[in-house]
């Protein structure tokens, strides 16, 4: 039986830039993400988002400004734990990204986004984001650096797919 663990994920946009993270610590340390950890008990999923965001860089999102965007799905081979990562932007927010414990923020621009450097997943998906297209994707590792197989699909919107996969 698979079990499901859902985290939050976050990306903040400008028109000519994306805010990513490299991570310092723990699950995917030294790769560039965007922003975002488990969801506490009792928290919602944008509670779970925003608390994230900021304890991660500092920066602040009202909740009508962050758009769910994507849902992602991973597994590894040999884990019964599926990640349900549950992915947002937002392009108006309010602070200057700092660095803090888990993460050290930088701007890169469209043409620069350090694929190489980050889960081999964000190039598959990323293209789906970037165009505004809501997207709900499923990849199944072998080890971290390994995709055996995943899919992607386009949605009408995010609030249809949840409707339909509550
Ligand atoms: C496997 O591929 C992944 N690709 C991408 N782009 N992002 C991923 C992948 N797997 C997990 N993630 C995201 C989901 C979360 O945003 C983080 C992992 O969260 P983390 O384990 O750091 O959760 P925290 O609650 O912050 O953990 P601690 O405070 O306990 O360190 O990565």
Redesign the pocket.
């Known amino acids: 039986m698979l079990l499901k663990k859902l985290?939050?994920?976050?990306f903040l946009r400008t028109d000519t830039a994306i805010l990513l993270g490299l991570?310092k610590?723990?699950?995917?340390c030294n790769?560039w993400?965007?922003?975002?950890?488990?969801?506490?008990p009792k928290e919602t999923v944008i509670e779970a988002a925003l608390r994230?965001l900021y304890?991660?860089c500092c920066v602040t999102v009202k909740p009508e400004n962050l758009q769910s965007i994507g849902q992602?799905e991973?597994t590894?081979e040999g884990d019964p734990m599926m990640?349900d990562?549950r992915?947002f932007s937002a392009t108006v927010f309010e602070g200057t990204p700092i660095e803090t414990e888990?993460m050290n923020p930088k701007w890169f621009p469209y043409d620069q986004i350090p694929f190489k450097d980050?889960?081999?997943?964000?190039a598959l998906?990323f293209p789906y984001m970037l165009k505004g297209q809501p997207f709900y994707g499923k990849?199944h590792?072998q080890g971290?650096d390994k995709i055996l197989h995943y899919s992607v699909e386009e949605l009408d919107s995010m609030e249809q797919f949840y409707l339909k996969h509550k």
């Open positions: 985290y939050t994920l976050v991570k610590r723990g699950f995917g790769k993400n965007g922003f975002g950890g488990k969801i506490e994230e304890e991660e992602l991973f590894f990640m990562v992915v888990e980050m889960w081999l997943d964000d998906w990849f590792y971290f």
